[in-house]
């Protein structure tokens, strides 16, 4: 099993979309999301809506790279010239052969175009394909039907639901869905028709 070497610029693309590692400087690419879609953020234990959210944002995901935690990227859709949003592995066990996919998110223009599944197999590829694993996870709000379905559409396997397992940025407890994909699974069938539904 190969393990993330956190100082390579991995990028992950095809003929729709190319994720490239997340840097500072992608804060003035991502600001018009933060400024003119807050709804964005709805669900998110890290908003960024708002400029100081923002910062606070992306310096939390490039100190998690730095720590070895997390590898964050921000998406660029091929077919419209423009940066679309942002999503990352995180919680990476090498030892456990696991990694978490989440902190998702597209501009609204972005939503329902086919771009997330293009960016999730590309993920869900490099995870099972590149580096190995065993299992891949997800997680959402228990609340955001729209996140829940397009993560079934993959092939995700519901788990269970933690409930009151965090606090919401408002102090609120919220019910947290797992869901997630097997190496087995990927192997057996999920990678094949993901790969039919791009």
Do not use: H
Request: proline letters at 4%.
């Amino acid at each position: 099993m190969k393990t993330v070497d956190f100082k390579i610029e991995y990028i992950l693309e095809n003929d729709v979309v190319r994720l490239i590692p997340l840097k500072p400087e992608d804060f003035k690419k991502l600001s018009t999301f933060s400024l003119n879609e807050p709804a964005l953020w709805d669900y998110s234990l890290q908003p960024a809506d708002g400029l100081e959210n923002l910062k606070t944002y992306l310096d939390k995901a490039l100190q998690d790279k730095a720590d070895k935690k997390t590898y964050p990227f921000i998406v660029f859709d091929k077919r419209t010239n423009e940066y679309a949003g942002s999503t990352r592995f995180y919680d990476y066990l090498p030892q456990y052969k696991t990694v978490q996919l989440g902190y998702t998110w597209y501009g609204e223009n972005f939503q329902g175009t086919g771009l997330n599944k293009n960016c999730k197999f590309l993920m869900l590829s490099f995870a099972f394909d590149t580096l190995g694993v065993e299992r891949v996870e997800f997680r959402a709000d228990n609340n955001n039907k729209k996140s829940i379905a397009a993560m079934k559409s993959l092939g995700c396997v519901v788990e269970g639901v933690l409930r009151q397992n965090c606090s919401t940025p408002n102090g609120e407890r919220r019910d947290s869905i797992i869901l997630s994909i097997l190496k087995a699974e990927w192997f057996g069938g999920v990678k094949a028709n993901l790969e039919t539904l791009l």
